[in-house]
């Protein structure tokens, strides 16, 4: 837990519910409290702890990480299956002085169909898309093309837009399989998610990696957004750059790229 920050994770999230056996749970959150509540627990990342769902330890998962000494910057809801679950972790927090962000993890079938009430809900910041246990809700097949959960994994990515909320990307099982991990972290990135969850502190970088531009990427967007700006200047709605039409869409795409390469630079600075 101690050598998590220095993954390169932009967040790093402490697991009380399926990483633990069920007769373990009181030790974790013993270990989890105190861990986020160290004097040198000081991390540059994110901390965030995935509590139990409602009904099955929540209450007291959200007892031991909420001391005023622990740092903590948002929590994970596993499960999600509507707005009200957000609801209730919300008000828990609350009436623990503890009012952070909530990141509301997707993966049943009954999450996937409410993913928009849940996005919506005031605590949401964030959703995450859960493709294993969406995989064992429905009686799903696991493939390496993912074909199985792909309308739901869209379905996830509209849901967080409408929403104006992050929307994060399933685990890669294989921690071996970098070139696996890297493509499917690009076709996510393609889906129009903005991250996605690693199990493994050797995924993280590659994950970085395939999120951040390329270099051709960066200088058609620079190009495209400095022929904006001349176009803006003499009133020309529609425009051209290396021979293809450019409108309101491209740009903005080529806006969310620079943002991205900011971002990756940030990271490296820092």
């Known amino acids: 837990m101690r050598k998590a920050p220095g993954s390169g994770a932009d967040t790093v999230a402490f697991d009380l519910e399926d990483a633990v056996a069920p007769g373990a749970k009181a030790e974790a959150r013993a270990t989890v409290r105190d861990v986020l509540s160290s004097a040198d627990f000081d991390p540059d990342c994110e901390v965030c702890v995935r509590v139990n769902p409602a009904g099955a330890g929540q209450s007291a998962d959200v007892d031991a990480i909420t001391d005023?000494?622990?740092?903590?910057?948002?929590?994970?809801?596993?499960?999600?299956?509507?707005?009200?679950e957000v609801d209730t972790l919300e008000d828990l927090l609350a009436e623990r002085d503890a009012s952070v962000p909530i990141l509301a993890l997707i993966e049943s079938a009954q999450g996937v169909l409410n993913a928009a009430e849940i996005a919506a809900a005031d605590a949401t910041h964030a959703?995450?898309?859960?493709?294993?246990?969406?995989?064992?809700?429905?009686g799903a097949r696991r493939t390496d093309e993912g074909t199985e959960v792909l309308y739901a994994r869209e379905h996830v990515v509209l849901a967080a837009r409408a929403a104006?909320?992050?929307c994060?990307?399933?685990v890669y099982t294989d921690i071996e399989d970098h070139d696996g991990l890297a493509d499917e972290t690009r076709f996510?990135?393609?889906?129009?998610?903005?991250?996605?969850?690693?199990i493994h502190p050797g995924q993280v970088a590659v994950i970085n990696d395939a999120f951040t531009p390329s270099e051709s990427d960066v200088e058609w967007a620079e190009r495209v957004l400095e022929a904006a700006e001349s176009a803006d200047a003499s009133g020309t709605g529609v425009f051209r750059v290396d021979g293809e039409m450019i409108d309101a869409p491209l740009i903005a795409q080529a806006e969310r790229i620079l943002e991205r390469a900011r971002a990756a630079t940030d990271d490296e600075t820092d």
């Open 68 to 84: 005023p000494d622990c740092r903590l910057d948002a929590v994970m809801l596993p499960k999600a299956a509507s707005a009200r």
């Open 127 to 138: 959703l995450l898309f859960g493709a294993e246990d969406l995989s064992a809700d429905i």
């Open 164 to 166: 104006g909320v992050d």
């Open 168 to 170: 994060i990307d399933t």
């Open 188 to 198: 996510a990135a393609q889906l129009g998610y903005g991250g996605k969850m690693a």
